[in-house]
Structures are given as structure tokens and as C-alpha cells.
């Protein structure tokens, strides 16, 4: 039996959340293959370990959802925030493929309580 994780083909995903300075900051949720789930707070990180191949990723906060594929071949880094004006929540790193799936149009009221507009 090897050792060391890399070995068996398990590799670590760090997610770092920014930090943003918002009137209201609620936890962002990480769904992992639609099974783990994961939350992460404003400008923190934790670590999932993922094997090798394809996962998907879904971060969410209320409406606000956004989904990631990414392929894992080695450790990486992923960072989330807030998008101040939208109030969507933007994904970004190595290996990334994101989908935004938000409602029709949010606007940024009191420096961060975001509100939605039909």
C-alpha cells in the first residue's frame, strides 16, 4: 500500500474565499459531486481532497449558484467571492470550467446586502 496520498491518486483542493468587507457576509456552500458538502466563510480556506479525475463543484448562497468541473491531476488552488455589483459568486483557478446560474438581475445595496429584482 503506498504511502503517501499522491500515490493512490488523491490530491488536495484548497478553496479560499477573498475577503470582502460586506455588510451582510453569509457562508458560501460547496457541494462536491452531489454528495459532500463543504462551507466556507468570508476570507478563510479549507481543503478537500479530491482523486484523480473529474469532479464538479457547486457554490451556492441563496439563489446565487455557480458550478465548476474541473479535472484533478494534481494538488490546486481555487478562489470564490462575491461579485460586489451582481452579487453573483465568481470561481477562478487552475483547471477551471465555471457556469453561472444566478437570478435575472440582483443589484448591491448597503455595501453588500444584496437584494433581488424581477
Do not use: C, W
Not at 475577503?19 to 462551507?39: A, R, T, W
Not at 464538479?56 to 494534481?74: A, H, N, P, W, Y
Amino acid at each position: 500500500m503506498p504511502l503517501r496520498r499522491e500515490d493512490r491518486g488523491t490530491y488536495d483542493i484548497i478553496v479560499t474565499r477573498e475577503k470582502q468587507k460586506f455588510l451582510i457576509n453569509p457562508k458560501i456552500k460547496i457541494i462536491v459531486d452531489s454528495v459532500g458538502e463543504y462551507n466556507i466563510e468570508n476570507n478563510s480556506s479549507i481543503t478537500i481532497p479530491l482523486t484523480t479525475g473529474a469532479h464538479t463543484l457547486l457554490f451556492s448562497s441563496g439563489m446565487r449558484k455557480t458550478q465548476t468541473d474541473i479535472d484533478v491531476t494534481e494538488n490546486m488552488n481555487i478562489g470564490v467571492k462575491f461579485n460586489r455589483t451582481s452579487g453573483e459568486i465568481e470561481v477562478s483557478g487552475y483547471k477551471t470550467s465555471s457556469q453561472t446560474n444566478t437570478p435575472k438581475m440582483s443589484i448591491s445595496v448597503g455595501g453588500g446586502l444584496f437584494k433581488n429584482i424581477d
